[in-house]
Each structure stands twice: as C-alpha cells, then as structure tokens.
C-alpha cells in the first residue's frame, strides 16, 4: 500500500489507497470519532466536525500544546478535508462490493526532507487504522517500522521530483 507521488501543476499530489473490508459508516467513525481516531493517530482531535469547522494536532508532549486546523471540505462519510501545515490532507470514502476503499490524497506545495517522514507516517497511520477496524489496537507508535518506510518513501519522493 506504498502510496503514489505524482506533480500536477505547481503541486505533488501523494495518495494512499486502502481496500477495506468494512461499511463506510464503520471507517467513518474511526476517521471522526475521538475515541476511535485516537487509537491510530493519537495527535488528531476533531472539535467542529463539519465544513469550515476545526481540528487539532495536539503535540502529546505533556505540554497541552497544539496546532488548530481548518476543515476545508466535509461531505458526511464521504469527504473529510483539512489543512496541513501549508498542504492539505483529504480522506474520501467510496462503498464496494465487499466493503470500502477509503483514498488519503495529500497535497504537497513543496517537497521537502520531511515530507518521506511525513508520508511514512500516514502509512504507519493508515496500517493501524486497518487493524483497529479489525479488531487490533496498538499501544505505542512502531517506529522501527517507521524508520523502514521513511527510507521507502526517501526513494519515492527523489523518483518524484526527477
């Protein structure tokens, strides 16, 4: 499930794909739910969930610190859009024959030494979003298995910007 870098215009555009065996209304929860969103991506809160509404990147360094983000695009469990620093992340849900697939599409203005860091991490993210929808929750961040998908990433993005 390595995602797929491609430049369109002035912007990269990164995208994952995930198959899921499960009802859209299932992956939306984890997507939006706190209680469940926080068991695969432990810095994401929604607190206005809807278009124009908000989030947080809370820093989970015992500092109460965090970062607000707009939701730029919100359709229910279909389109959840929000900034990313100076990008964008958007999640779309489309139903299946035996499921789900559900895309992350993040836009990139500039590729930059973080952004296999970055990638890397919506890929650990997304691998444990799959594992709580089947049953499995992780308690700490494996970041020896972040550490290999950097390195993957680092190709990709290189392979990207040639």
């Known amino acids: ?10 912007v990269y555009i990164a995208q994952f794909t ?15 739910d706190n ?8 810095n994401l ?3 206005d969930l809807k278009k ?3 989030m ?3 820093m989970n ?14 359709i229910e469990q279909e389109v959840l859009e929000f900034e990313w620093g100076k990008d964008s992340v958007r999640f779309m849900l489309s139903p299946t ?10 836009t990139i203005g500039q590729l930059s030494d973080h952004t296999p860091k970055d990638l890397a991490g919506w890929h650990i993210c997304l691998e444990q979003l799959s594992d709580l929808l089947n049953g499995i929750v992780h308690k700490e961040f494996p970041m020896e298995a972040w550490q290999n998908r950097v390195a993957e990433y680092t190709l990709l993005v290189d392979e990207a910007e040639k």
């Open 56 to 58: 947080r990147f809370n």
């Open 35 to 42: 209680g469940k969103l926080q068991k695969w991506m432990s």
């Open 18 to 32: 995930c198959p899921l065996s499960h009802a859209i209304s299932e992956v939306w929860a984890v997507l939006t």
């Open 1 to 10: 499930m390595l995602a797929t870098i491609q430049k369109h215009q002035s």
């Open 61 to 74: 360094d015992g500092t109460d610190a965090f970062i607000e983000m707009a939701i730029t695009d919100y």
């Open 97 to 106: 024959s035996d499921g789900s697939i559900l895309i992350l599409r993040e």
């Open 52 to 54: 124009n509404g908000n």
């Open 45 to 47: 809160e929604m607190v």
